[in-house]
């Protein structure tokens, strides 16, 4: 055991009911120490030693990367793996046809038979955390148990660990649990499990970011959308980005995209120069807790306090924020390492080096075959680097949410951008989104899957119902956001994309958001309200003719008779639960086109 780590750590704390459910766990997996950690800077210095010391984490050059740290994980172990993921309710129905359901009781127990031991000779760390900014209102804790250093000092980054989440838990037994133990990473023996019920999340088996930083997915959206749906709130994969115009007017939208549709780079986009004088604040990347406030709007906050994005085609152009969010205090993962200990990944800034080591450390030269970073290599930066970090991020009350917005990854069928008629049309579009999958879950790729508010495998509960609740939702606002529907990935018959994306979609934002406040025109389709040339500005985009914009914004019926019989599996899948509104708007749509 490294020197340096026995000075760290917490006294234990006094909450008796975290005490006592260390002490359970600490009884169960029999660590030879543990840490309780406190977040502080000391300690911070301390686990990146022994991380290290130990070949969990390779030091980065520090004079070009300060405070950067490198991670390879097992090669097996390189995505959230959905078959393995299970919503354990009393009742089967309380999952729903779209999650793996496992029955509570013998699935703790197996997974607590393969948790028996596994820290010996180990440490066991202590990590309590705070998903929210402290004094909210809409904030919660949880403590992660783990006897992973890689996920301590990820969860130190993507929320605020320590101190700050024992004094805001105080003597309540109110916080997620999360057990995590990485045996020995046998993909046979790979389970994350939610326990809804207990507020708790057991998983074992993997060490990958969604599996295992249990904050993120498992708390933050699967058990946090249970607890959501109970108490009047809403727990989504949505981004949250203000808009603020020249004169300072300022206006907050949260958007849902799938893993891997560029939710990340829209919350940090940088106005194009058309723009001058207009900026966009993130407030979030890719959760939102929404509640509503007193004055009858959603209020949301991100949870997270770090980004745990996509790296490989990050750069200057596509995510100039990103790229100086990344510049120090931040964790790479699967992404390639250079001979002078600088990172690189396809699609980064820098050509291809003459050499390098791959994600699996395999000396690497621009005329392999294999790609040099793993598709879902990942940054884990703290959200304080972003230049444009909102100042609202830390503010308890949230920020006013005026549009929501869905979107997929669609060649075709899907117009650049539309407005729902009305808050349950905007749920039934959200209902039926569609993405092609991507490389964020282990599987196909480029297969149009239904990823229902892209939450599919993020909902804690049964899908249906959660389309209940997003219709609920609209009874406890007297304001509530425009929904909108836009699509960045629209190609031509060449299969060149209609739609130049990354800054430019601030012309999308900004037509949502002058129709939010009753400033921009639309004309009513079948689909719902779309803007006509006029109404959108599309002044310097010289390729962006009439003739371009229409295909950008045609609906073809063929294509939509194609959409609808698309959309009618996944409601298939779950009519029993499925509320009649959505089915009405379904014939609605129908009786449109
Ligand atoms: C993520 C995901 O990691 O959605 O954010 O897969
Ligand atoms: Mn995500």
Known sequence: ?????????????????????????????????????????????????????????????????????????????????????????????????????????????KLLGLARGSMRGRILYVVPYLMG??????????????????????????ARMGRVALEALGDSNDFNRGLHCLLNLDPANRFICHFPERNEVISVGSGYGGNALLGKKCFALRIASWLGRQEGWMAEHMLILGVESPDGEKTFVAAAFPSQCGK?????????????????????????????????????????????????????????????????????????????????WEGHDDPPPAECLDWKGQPWTPGSKEKAAHPNSRFTAPMRNNPMLAPEAEDPRGVPIDALIFGGRRPNTVPLVFQAFHWSHGVFLGATMGSETTAAAAGAVGQVRRDPMAMLPFCGYNMGRYFRHWLDMRKRMKYPPRIFHVNWFRRDGNGTFLWPGYGENMRVLRWIIDRCRGRAGACETALGWVPRWEDFDTAGLPDLTPARFEELQAMNPDEWRREILQQDELFMNIYQFLPKELIFQRELLVARL
């Open 1 to 109: 055991m490294s020197q340096t780590l026995s000075s760290i750590g917490l006294q234990p704390a006094t909450n008796p009911h975290l005490l006592s459910w260390v002490q359970e766990c600490a009884a169960l997996t029999q660590p030879e120490r543990i840490i309780w950690c406190d977040g502080s800077q000391e300690e911070c210095e301390a686990l990146y030693a022994a991380a290290v010391e130990q070949g969990v984490l390779i030091r980065l050059n520090q004079e070009k990367l300060p405070g950067c740290y490198y991670h390879r994980s097992h090669p097996s172990d390189v995505a959230r793996v959905e078959q393995c993921t299970y919503i354990c309710t009393s009742a089967e129905v309380d999952a729903g046809p779209t999650n793996n359901w496992a029955d509570p009781g013998p699935m703790r127990e």
């Open 133 to 158: 900014p402290p004094g909210s209102p809409l904030s919660r804790v949880g403590v992660e148990i783990t006897d992973s250093l890689y996920v301590v000092l990820n969860m130190r980054i993507m």
């Open 264 to 344: 990340t780079n829209f919350a940090m986009m940088v106005p194009p120069a058309r723009f001058a004088g207009w900026k966009v604040w993130t407030v979030g990347d890719d959760i939102a807790w929404m509640k509503p406030g007193p004055d009858g709007r959603l209020h949301a906050i991100n949870p997270e306090a770090g980004y745990f994005g996509v790296a490989p085609g990050t750069n200057a152009r596509t995510n100039p924020n990103a790229m100086r969010s990344i510049q120090r205090d931040t964790i790479f993962t699967n992404v390639a390492l250079k001979p002078d200990g600088t990172v690189w």
